[in-house]
């Protein structure tokens, strides 16, 4: 994945990762997307999880040490 130069934790910039991860998923057939992160990005991937309808399905977000 290329370098995106913007703060990861704006939630535009992480909804933009989170529906290119979406995309890459469903091109190799996967339904879930898995996306592992820290502490800090993880309150704010919970956060756009319960507001997109989209990704409350879909996405399972796993807090990584």
Not at 31 to 51: N, P
Request: overall charge negative.
């Amino acid at each position: 994945m290329p370098i995106i130069l913007a703060p990861a934790h704006e939630l535009d910039i992480l909804n933009t990762i989170v529906k290119k991860y979406m995309t890459i998923s469903s091109h190799v057939g996967q339904v879930h997307t898995v996306i592992t992160v820290d502490q800090a990005l993880y309150c704010k991937l919970m956060e756009l999880k319960w507001s997109v309808p989209e990704y409350q399905d879909k996405l399972i977000p796993c807090l990584g040490g």
